[in-house]
């Protein structure tokens, strides 16, 4: 990989930890902002609902807390050295289930030689990315996430049995979540394939063991 690709991955990293936080973090502010502000001026004509505001402030303020956490804690470069990568994966899969409990989350994981972890942290970035992309965009029940290590390549398959996405919004510049993968795959050295119909979408990667060979 060169600098250029390097580059290319920073500024890709860099967009998605901003859309990740004005979706997030900042909508979650704003909205403890205003219960604040109905605390304070309950204080002044009925102190029970005052207090019932402000229990409810504390529990926004637990749930920024733990977001903020996330976030931080997907920012590390060494999680898989940290917790180990078949570890990472579990708890991942964790977090959506208590997140999305109605969504049904199959992971296929093989054991990957971590050594090189711009990849394998790209690797793991791309499947949450994928996930996320389904969870706002596809109103999917089911989600199949397939990492496979084939010969000197390694394959990822992301599916869902979703709405499937118009014809015009297929490509991987349609919308954020594709261009952070596409830009991933491509600054890899790999190459995507979307295929999307009214049945669902497939993503389907492949990505050589180390990039540039």
Not at 95 to 103: G, I, Q, R, T
Not at 109 to 129: F, K, N, Q, W
Not at 159 to 188: C, N, T, W
Request: glycine share 6%; aromatic share 6%; hydrophobic share 40%.
């Amino acid at each position: 990989m060169n600098k250029k690709d390097i580059l290319v991955l920073q500024e890709t990293e860099r967009k998605r930890i901003a859309e990740e936080l004005h979706d997030t973090t900042v909508q979650d502010m704003v909205y403890l902002s205003q219960q604040l502000e109905l605390v304070m001026l309950y204080m002044e004509q009925d102190l029970t609902l005052a207090r019932l505001e402000a229990v409810t402030a504390r529990k926004q303020i637990k749930h920024i807390i733990g977001g903020m956490r996330d976030t931080i804690y997907n920012l590390r470069p060494m999680i898989f050295d940290d917790i180990g990568w078949m570890a990472a994966w579990e708890r991942l899969k964790k977090k959506f289930a208590e997140d999305h409990p109605d969504l049904e989350i199959v992971f296929d994981i093989d054991m990957i030689d971590t050594s090189d972890g711009l990849t394998a942290i790209s690797i793991y970035r791309i499947v949450c990315e994928g996930c996320q992309n389904i969870i706002k965009h596809s109103k999917a029940s089911h989600i199949q996430i397939g990492v496979k290590e084939i010969g000197n390549s390694i394959k990822i398959i992301i599916y869902d049995d979703g709405i499937g996405m118009q014809e015009e919004e297929s490509g991987p510049s349609s919308h954020f979540g594709l261009q952070f993968i596409a830009e991933r795959v491509k600054a890899l050295s790999g190459k995507i394939k979307i295929c999307s119909d009214s049945s669902g979408t497939k993503i389907s990667i492949k990505i050589p063991r180390k990039a540039g060979d």
